[in-house]
């Protein structure tokens, strides 16, 4: 299984920017996708996660400014990120949590490699 994760690049304070991540290879369901951050000497947080349900979890700290959606059917996960503020930026990883494959019993998880947000001030 690999995520691969794009969106991410510059935008000012106050714009916009839509992140994307697609999971691949032998999947048969996944309980939840998600957006995580990592701030330098920081331990990598929740952004965001939603269930294949769609029931989604936010951060407080970006509550009301970001949207998270999935497209099931495709194996992705969104990122709506506006209102965006110069203390989001950093780098973004994706994630797939609990991830069934048409190969192994197990659920495992994955982490996609990352993208960077940068909001100038």
């Known amino acids: 299984v690999q995520l691969q994760a794009s969106g991410g690049g510059l935008v000012q304070a106050g714009g916009s920017l839509r992140l994307s991540c697609a999971a691949s290879?032998?999947?048969?369901?996944?309980?939840?996708m998600g957006w995580y951050r990592q701030f330098p000497g920081k331990q990598r947080e929740l952004v965001a996660t939603a269930s294949s349900r769609g029931d989604a979890i936010y951060a407080d700290s970006v509550k009301g400014r970001f949207t998270i959606s999935r497209a099931n059917a495709k194996n992705t996960v969104y990122l709506q990120m506006n209102s965006l503020k110069p203390e989001d930026t950093t780098v973004y990883y994706c994630?797939?949590?609990?991830?069934?494959?048409?190969?192994?019993?197990?659920?495992?998880?994955?982490w996609g490699q990352g993208t960077l947000v940068t909001v100038s001030s």
């Open positions: 290879g032998s999947i048969f369901s996944i309980n939840v």
């Open positions: 994630a797939a949590i609990g991830v069934a494959t048409h190969t192994t019993p197990e659920r495992d998880d994955y």
